[in-house]
């Protein structure tokens, strides 16, 4: 799976430096998420993001891109019972970095000033890292998301996103998901 992973990011810069294309920066505000520890969800508090991206247009409705992102340290707060009558908060500080190829689909480009699209992710996360943990490794990340083109210029979107990783705790391996929803704020700079 990371070999194809990595290969769709591969053809996805190749193609992208071939053309002409646009940075964009971005800001994301993620809404609280849930994170999953192979079963045992805990809620996750607002999160921050900011994240670089390259895209080309490869014909008139499609573009790719490729881009990192990184999701600045969560919380998430777990009341746990150890088996006596009072309870302990335990609280889970994470955060991830994928890198990742993209695509886009513009289905009305020729809308004018206002331009709305959908795009898919898939990528690896390079860095996953929490707190509590003896060691972690990071595994796959993907999104899929809609958004808007303003005057060209300006990015508004809406994504939901998966990132996947593994801890290592006394000995025992957990596989984590966080899943998140965000809004992503933008500015296109032609290259």
Do not use: Q
Request: glycine share 8%; aromatic share 18%; hydrophobic share 40%.
């Amino acid at each position: 799976m990371r070999k194809l992973i990595f290969s769709f990011v591969c053809v996805a810069v190749f193609t992208a430096f071939s053309y002409a294309g646009v940075l964009v920066p971005r800001f994301s505000v993620d809404i609280p998420g849930t994170l999953d520890f192979t079963g045992n969800y805990t809620d996750t508090r607002i999160g921050y993001s900011i994240s670089l991206e390259y895209r080309t247009m490869i014909s008139r409705f499609f573009a790719l891109g490729v881009g990192a992102e990184h999701a600045f340290r969560r919380t998430s707060t777990e009341l746990r019972f150890p088996g006596d009558l009072y309870p302990t908060i335990e609280r889970n500080e994470f955060s991830f970095t994928p890198i990742y190829g993209a695509i886009f689909l513009y289905p009305f480009s020729t809308m004018g000033n206002a331009v709305p699209y959908i795009r898919a992710n898939i990528g690896h996360n390079v860095l996953f890292s929490m707190r509590n943990a003896d060691s972690t490794s990071p595994r796959m990340y993907w999104a899929l998301g809609a958004g808007m083109e303003l005057y060209r210029r300006f990015v508004f979107e809406i994504m939901t996103a998966r990132y996947y990783g593994r801890m290592r705790n006394a000995g025992v391996n957990t596989d984590i998901t966080y899943k998140k929803v965000g809004f992503n704020f933008g500015y296109r700079f032609v290259l």
